[in-house]
């Protein structure tokens, strides 16, 4: 590797996928580091349980640490460093109480074997081998069976998690389930656990990973009084602009407030294009439009608009760390480059739209109908199970969202093309102009999928024999979806093959042998 190379892959790790990429091996080794600082952290901290001593703080930064692991493929090695250290000062603290407390009692206090070779002094290189040393005495000792099962149960505890941050901005606790993702954790400081016990913390992680969607879909129409179908614009105009990343719904709802008399136009970007649809959101005259053709990387969307750019908390896009100066977010970890917000004051975002440019003159593009109509979605609903019982419909086919692959989107209108007069689509994506095909854009938001197939289930059973769910992305969410589905009797699910860069393929082959799902491509 040149010298370049090198020197870009350590300020610079970006990925297409989100969550579920192959690591470089300086990541790859981190986050090794990283997850045996999470175990260690575990288990003294069940054991604390016992003694009634919690520590609510600590269990808030595990919480916020494995959600942020979602975003591990796209993170410099600095970034994960200081996860690292975070973790390792951490286990330090609530070692020291665990022995203090252990030795008052009369019983004997069990440790596990420290990460001796880590301390306050340990370097960015020497973490690295250190990660690499666990890496190599965990394949020596376990199968890759275990190294699959494993990775496999990271990426369902990154989805709860991830869920879980979002939750707390509906004031959720975190009580709620923390024990059980501590309770997972610890099974991996047993080497050779049995398939039956993960089998059995597999399938109540995906249950409460689903509940937790579920419990989102409820809250986001109550906190944003409903949802309606919509025109949304994706045309720009002249003026000052702030584009708003990512999915946080709070927080474009605190900038629009925010922004209301700063004569600044707010745009939407990424996952955020549910909020149009919302009707809080709608009383905004200053919300003007969805920003950006909705590809795969930001880069190209960031390095074209004319002003501040805020990425919102829990973003789990693309990040493009070169834009120094109009790139904000509060983020648990950021970036580089990327200006931290703090205790969610937007001045410093604002300013810096007001001192930029802004567009000169504005765009015009096509607009895109988002949200939809609850009491139509139930009609459909109704109406679809009762031509089941009629055999006017032998199949119906779910097309999850949208993973702005034009691929996938040829695909698919072929696909469509082909339907048979007998058969039934339900797409959160693609949208065909067909009788029998029913499009719901709900603009990527997987809790609002969640619910309403948890609708759909009302009337069609998951269990249908002729139901078959299609998944376009391989990120965490849609792995704990596809697991909880096939937990809960569906039968037929196949997901888009990913290539190597984006998934293990060890990973797709036990999806396939032990959980039946099959693949697709373009």
Known sequence: MSDFGYKRNLDVNECTSRGSCSNSPAVAALEELSVAFMQQLAYYLLRLEKFGASNGKILQEIVNIMASLVLVNEFSDQQLYYIVQKEFYMLEEVKKTYTMLTNSKPLKSKMLKTLSKFGEKTTLAQAIALGEKISLENLKKNSSHYKISKEILLMILKSVCLNLVKLQDFS??????VHEILDAVDILNSQKFSEEILDDVLYKLVDIDRN??????????EEFKGISTVNVSRSSRKGKAILVSGENLFDLYKILIDTQDADIDIYTHSNLLIAHALKTFQKFKHLKAHYGDGTESCILDFA????AILLTKSSH???EYYYRGRLFSNNYILPKGVIKILDDDFTPVIEAALSAKGFSKGKIKDDIVVGYDFEKVVKTFKNLADKIETHEVKKIYIIWTDPHSETQKAYFSTFLSKLKTDEF???FSYDFDKDNVYTINVGNCYPLVVGLLNHLFEYVSADY???YFFFTLCDVMSISNIIALKHNGAKNISMYRCSPLNINPLLLNMLNSKFGINFYSN
């Open 465 to 467: 024999e002729n139901l």
């Open 172 to 177: 959720y606790s975190i009580s709620e389930v």
């Open 425 to 427: 689509a339900i797409s």
């Open 212 to 221: 937790l969607q579920l419990y989102l879909y409820n809250m986001l129409i």
């Open 304 to 307: 074209t608009f004319p002003g």
């Open 317 to 319: 896009g693309n990040n």
